[in-house]
């Protein structure tokens, strides 16, 4: 089955504990991105990777970090946590050929 | 600066009856929009996309418009039935706008639908 799956779908933690949210596609994708969704503000990207190697900053990059070592991982590292990256995550993939967007599941974040 | 809006937060239609969710766009580099379909504790799914060289979109019970002049599409749901009851985000991209090759897509806010059965 074709699909984009992220771990942990659930995570709370504190402030300024490290923490990695990994997100996997099988689709043979180039394109991923790392999305955030807040009340009242849609979804926002945070960065996305157009192929191995190969990633760049989103509209709210601020925090985070991401690593593209092989094409279909691309975790998402927030080294230090604060409260205000509270939030619901999505990772997402796609062909280059086509701009629709595959989305995972969801990884809701609560820091403390 | 918001490139993608959705004006109404919230839409309430009558199983049966036309849903039409509208979606604002102030960038003419835009040339390809998209919208997305998203159920509580789901991700959001693609739904139907609509190229800037067309005006009309249709798949099945969903038509989607775009007025270019009026930077201006719509989504269209005849008939409406309550499995439509989910947030509808609008997206739009535009290869030549963030460089070539670009994929970012930029998203709406976002509109909450509820058919009443």
């Known amino acids: 089955e074709a699909q984009v799956t992220q771990n942990p779908r659930y995570l709370i933690t504190v402030t300024g504990k490290k923490l990695t949210v990994t997100c996997s596609q099988n689709m043979n994708h180039e394109y991923m991105s790392w999305y955030r969704q807040d009340p009242g503000l849609g979804l926002r990207q945070i960065y996305y990777?157009?192929?191995?190697?190969?990633?760049d900053k989103g509209d709210v990059p601020e925090g985070y970090k991401v690593s593209r070592k092989e094409k279909r991982n691309f975790p998402l590292i927030l080294e230090s946590p604060s409260p205000n990256q509270t939030s619901l995550y999505f990772c997402?993939?796609?062909?280059?050929?086509?701009?629709?967007?595959?989305f995972g599941p969801g990884t809701r974040l609560t820091v403390t | 600066d918001q490139q993608v809006k959705q004006n109404s937060p919230s839409l309430s239609v009558q199983e049966g009856r036309i849903s039409i969710l509208n979606c604002d766009y102030t960038?003419?580099?835009?040339?390809?929009f998209l919208w997305y379909k998203k159920y509580p504790a789901e991700g959001p799914t693609f739904l139907i996309s609509i190229s800037s060289i067309k005006d009309k979109n249709e798949d099945g019970r969903f038509t989607v418009f775009l007025n270019k002049s009026a930077k201006h599409l719509s989504l269209h749901i005849v008939p409406s039935q309550p499995g439509d009851s989910a947030v509808y985000f609008c997206?739009?991209?535009?290869?030549?706008?963030?460089?070539?090759?670009?994929?970012?897509?930029?998203f709406g806010k976002g509109t909450k639908l509820s058919v009443i059965p």
């Open positions: 990777s157009m192929n191995v190697e190969v990633t």
């Open positions: 997402a993939s796609s062909l280059l050929t086509g701009y629709e967007q595959y």
């Open positions: 997206a739009a991209s535009g290869r030549s706008f963030r460089g070539a090759g670009s994929y970012q897509l930029t």
């Open positions: 960038n003419s580099m835009f040339d390809y």
